[in-house]
Structure formats: C-alpha cells, structure tokens
C-alpha cells in the first residue's frame, strides 16, 4: 500500500521548500559565498531530499545554526531537518525527542597544532591550553580524555567556531580541537603560509558519526530522509552517477532499476513517486560524488575517503538495500 505523506512532507509540498538547518560556515560542509550560495556535503543531502520530495534541488531554504540552537530550532519546528555536521550519541537520539537518520560522514575528534610546536602526539600536550567551541561533543571528549590519560589539558571555550579558530592563529592555545574534517576546513581557510604552519595530528580521541536528525512523530518524513541517504550511498555502490542516468537506463542489473525507478516503485513505500531516488542522484550525484566534490580529491581539503568510503573498498558506507 502507498504510505500516507506524514504532517512534515504535507508543509514541505504546501510551502515549496525544505528548510534545511546547516552550520554558520564550516567549508566543505556547509558555508556560503559571497553571493550567498550555499554548499557542502551537508548541504547536497538537503539538496537530494528536496529533489526527492518537490522534484528540484533547488527548493532549499537554508538556516544556519550554531551549536546552541540547532536543536530547539528542529524540536520548535523551524526547519524541516538538521543537516550540520552533528554527531549521533545516545543522548541526542533518547532525550531530545529527535530522530538519527543515517550517517553521511565518520569522523573523530583530532588536534591541530603548530608545526614548530614539534608536537607529534597528543600526549605531548600535557598541562597545555587547548581551543574548542562551546555547545558540542568536543567539549566533553576533551575532557574525559585528558582525565583518563592524566593530561591536564586546559580548556578555552568559545561560543563561535569562528572566535575558536581565531583564538587558536593568534596563538592563544597550544592546540585547537574539534572533528577531524572541521579541523582541515578550519586551516584550509588560512593563507597558505599559515596553513602549512599547522599539522593535525594523528591520534583521534572520540568516535563522531555524522547525519542528519529529524523530529520524531513523524515516521513518514523519517523514512524519506534516511532513505534519500541510503539511496545515495547504493547509487555509489552500483555506478549510478550524476552523468550516467540516461545511458543506464538500458542497463539489465535489477538493484540499478530500482534506483533509476524503472521497476519496482519504491516511491509508493515513502508517499513519493517512483522517480525520487534518480531525481536526487540527478540533482547532487552518488555519496561518492557529493564526497569527492566536498570535502574529497576534488576539493579544497583533500581528505582521503578512508572510513567514508564504501564498504566493499574497506569503509565503513554500507547502504541498506534499495528493494
């Protein structure tokens, strides 16, 4: 039986738009240009739910958030999902009245340090002062870690990432703390010179698994979310891209049917039609593609796919199967 829309879906077709909770400025991920254009891979997943709902990629209103209020924003029902580099924990899923969808980037929290600090290794920052933002897991992973390891690290909190990262240049901390990606995107957008003054180090204190959330009560705009995900990382798996559409739909492979929505239609299952996954992969490309343009070789930060990539190249992206 075709599934009822659900409340979420019915205001997202009603208004046009999904609004899309994403990060003040993390390159990469989600940040703005100069002409107000937004992108990232946070924001490419907004961008394939939107193609998938309302048949245009475009149909995004975007609302940057900090730590503090990403979540009362979602919760009061100011924006449709949060798509901004936030870690799923047990916490956030049990206690907040919030939904984890699917995990779009593994990560962990790292260091950055001044290369002519000589710090190779997190152990040798014992008794040092080290920047973080205020309002995020980085916090407490900083914390804990220097009580089991003895290391008396000293904490400067910010409520911006911006004044972190400010703080951390102007040599006010030893160290500068957060995922490992935001820590690339925080020294790619330094000049060169002080950007190759800088090193993250290798050790990364904390497991942060990154995704969208949703408001829980509405399982019909959950499943849409999750599976626009899952569909994009199976696009990858079965070479399905953003150039291909149209030469594939030749193609025999009963899994590259589905997602082209030339046999089964899966759309009936999410109150869409059969076409959405393709509309996506047409509007942003694969998981493989969103990566590699974001954050990956073809980007600024050039971070190694490593645990992101797919589960059969030795990653940790496993899509549950489109059928």
């Known amino acids: 039986m075709p599934a009822h829309a659900g409340k979420t879906l019915d205001a997202v077709r009603s208004r046009g738009t999904v609004v899309c909770g994403v990060n003040t400025g993390l390159p990469g991920f989600s940040a703005a240009d100069e002409n107000g254009q937004w992108a990232g891979l946070d924001v490419d997943i907004c961008r394939a739910v939107a193609a998938a709902v309302l048949g245009d ?39 907040m009245g919030l939904h984890q969808t699917a995990v779009t980037y593994y990560d962990g929290q790292g260091f950055l340090v001044p290369v002519k600090s000589k710090v190779r290794s997190v152990k040798q920052l014992k008794g040092q002062t080290v920047c973080i933002q205020s309002g995020t897991t980085t916090e ?51 000049p060169g010179k002080v950007a190759s003054a800088h090193v993250i180090l290798p050790e990364l204190i904390s497991k942060e698994p990154l995704g969208p959330m949703v408001r829980r009560g509405d399982d019909e705009w959950f499943a849409i979310v999750r599976w626009v995900i899952h569909g994009l990382i199976e696009a990858e798996e079965y070479g399905v891209g953003q150039n291909n559409l149209d030469q594939l739909k030749s193609s025999t492979d009963p899994a590259v049917q589905r997602i082209l929505g030339m046999s089964e239609d899966t759309g009936r299952l999410l109150g869409l039609d059969r076409e959405w996954l393709a509309r996506a992969v047409r509007a942003t490309g694969n998981y493989g593609e969103i990566y590699e343009r974001n954050v990956g070789s073809k980007s600024a930060l050039g971070i190694p796919r490593g645990l992101n990539n797919q589960w059969n190249k030795g990653g940790l992206m496993y899509a549950f199967p489109v059928r």
């Open 140 to 190: 407490k992973n900083l914390v804990e870690y220097s009580r089991t390891h003895q290391l008396d690290l000293k904490p400067v909190v910010f409520e911006r990432v911006d004044a972190a990262t400010r703080a951390y240049f102007a040599g006010r901390c030893a160290a500068y703390s957060t995922d490992a990606s935001g820590l690339a995107s925080a020294r790619r957008a330094e």
């Open 57 to 95: 990629g475009r149909k995004v209103a975007y609302v940057p958030l900090g730590p503090h209020q990403r979540f009362t924003a979602l919760q009061s029902g100011e924006i449709d999902v949060l798509s901004r580099n936030t870690t799923f924990s047990l916490t956030r899923d049990a206690s």
